[in-house]
């Protein structure tokens, strides 16, 4: 079957503006025009493409649809530029990327900012857990999308892109008021029970390194050595990113503690998230590049010194031939190559 392609660009203006009378907008059509488009693709596939609620849902066979779409306008975009027709004549074409908050709170707006200026694209963000980007990809959803995922969704390609390293973190208030420590105000760091200085050994722990069988978590200790002065976490408040954010569980699980029932913060931005916990509100996991220069100067404490989460992270991305989105792959492969461990 073929369809239109003004019916095509009619379906991603639907799905990305939510509601019939945007899409007219965008299209500078009527609405009444937008939902004939639509009903001539849904009589062409002989199935309906469009749930009529609010905002609009493709259905099973509208997210085959939409993907092909989506791949359409981007090889227009390509030999739009190929001929020197596209900035010329103010063409801009957006892609569609999905990516984890701590990425684009970090690193990722530097890959977007990589890209060759002349390409002429423009970035439409979907925001979504490292864990759930993939059903994004396979919607049609987004073009690519950078996800802890190494298995390839059908139709696309995966590349390794490095780890995104966690520490467990607190204020040296927090730890004081919740786990036994006491701050030292003169100076970086704490002096408490149990739970010595970054880098320094701490007494009844095993010593980092040796091979613990049974670990719930690489690098994290084993269940049942719960370190001293890290057990009233099970009581400490947490701050958690949204209700489907594990890392903190799974820190907690790595170090015998119990993942449920702890008092916990909800807080869905990166850089709130990170702030919430300099300022005591909970403890938490952060990323290196949010927590290396709290660390450094007391405003935060690590709780498992030379125990980090590590989360791998991959890019995922059609499987098509096109020079824009060869483009975005290569900027983010660099940039995560200078900003992820290996």
């Not at 530097?110 to 864990?131: K, M, N, W």
Request: glycine share 10%; hydrophobic share 45%.
């Amino acid at each position: 079957m073929a369809f239109q392609l003004d019916h095509l660009h009619t379906l991603v203006a639907l799905v990305e503006e939510g509601t019939f009378e945007a899409a007219a907008q965008r299209l500078r059509l009527t609405a009444s025009a937008v939902s004939q488009r639509v009903k001539a693709m849904e009589q062409a596939a002989g199935q309906v493409l469009i749930q009529r609620v609010n905002p609009v849902v493709p259905t099973i066979a509208g997210d085959v649809v939409l993907r092909h779409a989506r791949q359409v306008q981007l090889l227009e975009s390509d030999l739009a530029t190929e001929l020197g027709a596209g900035l010329q004549t103010g063409g801009r074409t957006s892609l569609a990327l999905a990516v984890n908050a701590d990425s684009l709170g970090t690193w990722f707006l530097d890959a977007l900012v990589a890209v060759p200026a002349d390409s002429g694209v423009v970035f439409d963000i979907y925001r979504e857990d490292q864990e759930h980007t993939t059903s994004l990809l396979r919607s049609g959803t987004v073009m690519a999308a950078v996800t802890s995922t190494a298995e390839a969704v059908q139709g696309c390609s995966s590349a390794r892109l490095g780890s995104m390293r966690y520490r467990a973190v607190a204020s040296p208030r927090f730890v004081e008021a919740w786990l036994g420590g006491t701050a030292d105000p003169s100076g970086p760091g704490l002096a408490k029970p149990g739970l010595a200085e970054p880098g320094l050994a701490k007494p009844g722990l095993a010593k980092p390194g040796l091979a613990k069988p049974g670990l719930a978590e690489p690098g994290l200790a084993e269940p049942g050595l719960a370190k001293p002065g890290l057990a009233g976490l099970d009581t400490a408040p947490m701050v958690n990113f949204d209700r489907r954010d594990d890392l903190q569980h799974r820190f907690l699980r790595g170090i015998g503690g119990r993942a449920t029932d702890v008092p916990r913060h909800h807080i869905p931005t990166s850089a709130d998230f990170a702030r919430a916990v300099v300022l005591g509100l909970g403890w938490g996991l952060l990323p290196e590049q949010q927590c290396l220069t709290e660390l450094g100067d007391g405003r935060l404490v690590e709780l498992a010194p030379g125990h980090p989460i590590n989360v791998v992270l991959y890019w995922q991305r059609w499987n098509i031939s096109s020079r824009l989105l060869d483009q975005v792959t290569d900027a983010v492969g660099r940039v995560a190559a200078a900003s992820l461990h290996p």
